[in-house]
């Protein structure tokens, strides 16, 4: 069993089409059918009259990338497709050969995909979040025994700490943001643990101008912050947060229960913020409350955190010490 990584863009526009048709999808869309070609050197002419304007390096590092989707991936094998509209992976298995899909403008060159399950990103170890962050649309994933962990992982268990110094062991160009995004991610997974995170996410609204109330650890009757607009917290909107600082992914119960507090609170509005993510009833049912509750997973509190950050308390700006940097933006096809 052999484990890919392919993307769904640099945007993810071709994320949603993939998940719901099972499937993935490179880009590359002027190329034409590629079902009856043969050898890499056909491809390579094919490629040069699509893009005579290509670079010759940048050119053959697509041309392998195309040919490793069309010839080289096997059915059964497994795929993961990095989210950009959630912190997760969703991991499947290659179920069908290459096929030139007319499905949608941008969907033409596929490959059959059943989806077995959709991971929160801290499930995964920090070299395997490296892996997935390598700028290629397709690549294999196989450091450090790569594909048993993720069988793992699709088990349900937890992974042992990978080495750090199996971290940077490859030459290939990473996504920096993201990976910068993943270390904060395990510092906060370990210092913000329980009710910690309820302080992050307090901090959040404060910065945004909300007064808010947060309930002392232990059981909280289902409120973690009621938060309001003004200086006594008597205007509105009035809303009720719930914090799950777990590295599990949030059921639907979670979410009918947060319409229950707000009701006997009397907050209009409501923030369900789940480190580990939600499972696809939530974000399904979800959609229905889009005028009265959002969902936070770690991607969306870590851009409120980036967001608010410089307005934060020193004490808070000393437990995470951020800095901003400028990195050159690398982009595939």
């Known amino acids: 069993m052999t484990l890919w990584m392919v993307r769904a863009g640099s945007h993810g526009e071709r994320e949603a089409i993939a998940l719901e048709k099972g499937l993935v999808a490179i880009g590359w869309e002027d190329l034409p059918d590629l079902s009856t070609i043969k050898n890499k050197e056909e491809l390579e002419k094919i490629y040069w009259e699509t893009y005579p ?29 990095p989210l950009k509209t959630q912190s997760a992976i969703a991991i499947g298995e290659i179920t069908g050969s290459y096929e030139c899909s007319g499905l949608a403008e941008n969907i033409k060159h596929i490959r059959k995909v059943k989806w077995l399950k ?50 940077f062991d490859e030459a290939e160009p990473i996504d920096i943001e993201m990976y910068a995004k993943d270390e904060i991610t395990k510092i906060i997974n370990s210092k913000f643990k329980g009710h910690g995170l309820a302080r992050l996410v ?84 979800a959609k229905d409350d889009f005028f009265c509750i959002r969902l936070w997973d770690s991607g969306e509190l870590l851009e409120a955190f980036f967001k608010y950050y410089e307005k934060f308390d020193e004490d808070l700006k000393a437990e995470l010490p951020l800095k901003k940097i400028w990195a050159l933006v690398l982009e595939e096809e």
């Open 118 to 167: 959709t991971i929160p990103r801290t499930a995964f170890n920090q070299d395997l979040l490296y892996s997935f962050g390598a700028f290629m649309t397709v690549c294999q994933i196989k450091r450090n025994n790569a594909e048993e962990r993720v069988v793992k992982i699709l088990k349900g268990k937890t992974l042992e700490s990978a080495p750090t110094e199996a971290i």
């Open 53 to 81: 304007d290509s670079k010759k390096m940048e050119a053959a590092n697509q041309v392998g990338q195309i040919w490793r989707f069309v010839h080289e991936i096997q059915i059964s094998d497994f795929v993961a497709l």
């Open 202 to 285: 307090d901090a959040v609204l404060i910065a945004q101008g909300y007064t808010t109330q947060v309930s002392p650890p232990g059981p909280d009757g289902g409120v973690d912050i009621l938060a309001s607009a003004g200086s006594l917290g008597f205007d509105n909107p009035r809303i009720c947060v719930q914090v799950k600082s777990s590295s599990s992914q949030v059921d639907v119960r979670i979410l009918r229960e947060l319409r229950g507090v707000m009701s006997r609170v009397r907050a209009e509005q409501g923030l369900l913020v789940a480190w580990g993510g939600f499972n696809s009833k939530v974000v399904q049912e």
